[in-house]
């Protein structure tokens, strides 16, 4: 069964930084694409950032290119993003998304997210 | 940014009732196009992908169509357990974009 579990959530002043991580089971990890989506509270989805399975190749949604890097460790079976320079902004639920194999651009699974507060 | 749009943003019905969603992307995706079910405090979960394709899984009364810039989520028969929140997603092009939700409630 495909696991994926995030951490390192918490509250962050405004200008700080945290990283995110998401240990994943019960799946070939380096075979996957791997993504990260965010959810304000009481708001819809927005797609954050994914990385492909040879972990060269990213990508990143504007309002967050050059503050948030994602990064995988295949080794060790984990996902991470570090955020940087943080907003208030930026304050919502993060999932860690599986891309689909054959479909890499869908996401059919998710972890139970991880709450970031930006706040002073 | 492809926009995508939902409609209605809330509907409400009744346990049986069929149900129609759409969503319209402002310029063409193909058939480049996701559906995801969301429950209160839950993750989102994959119901169709590639427009009309369903998920492993997923009981067959939910249905995609379209292509192009509309398409259409349809319940048949709901069931208690889909009153949720649904989403689309565009996969045509970066970023990926989601409509903005469609609740969907209890009559």
Redesign the interface.
């Known amino acids: 069964e495909v696991h994926l579990v995030e951490s390192g959530g918490g509250l962050v002043q405004p200008g700080g930084s945290l990283r995110l991580s998401c240990a994943a089971s019960g799946f070939p990890f380096s075979s996957f694409w791997m993504h990260w989506v965010r959810q304000a509270p009481g708001k819809g989805l927005v797609w954050v950032s994914r990385i492909i399975s040879d972990g060269i190749s990213t990508a990143y949604a504007d309002s967050v290119k050059g503050r948030f890097t994602i990064s995988r460790d295949d080794a060790k079976n984990t996902l991470y993003l570090q955020m940087n320079s943080l907003r208030a902004e930026d304050t919502a639920v993060y999932y860690c998304a599986r891309g689909s194999g054959s479909h890499p651009y869908y996401f059919d699974s998710w972890g139970q997210g991880t709450l970031v507060t930006v706040s002073s | 940014?492809i926009q995508m749009t939902q409609s209605p943003s809330s509907v409400s019905a009744s346990v049986g009732d069929r149900v129609t969603i759409t969503c319209r992307a402002n310029q063409g995706i193909s058939s480049?196009l996701?559906w995801?079910q969301?429950k209160p405090g839950?993750?989102?979960?994959?119901l169709i992908?590639?427009a009309s394709s369903l998920?492993s899984g997923v009981p067959s009364r939910f249905s995609g169509s379209g292509s192009g810039t509309d398409f259409a989520l349809t319940i048949n028969s709901l069931q208690p357990e889909d009153f949720a929140t649904y989403?689309c997603?565009q996969?045509n092009s970066?970023?990926?974009?989601?409509?903005?939700?469609t609740k969907l409630e209890i009559k």
Do not use: I, M
Request: charged share 10%; net charge positive; proline share 8%.
């Open positions: 940014d480049w996701a995801y969301q839950k993750a989102p979960k994959l992908y590639a998920q989403y997603q996969a970066f970023p990926y974009t989601f409509g903005q939700g």
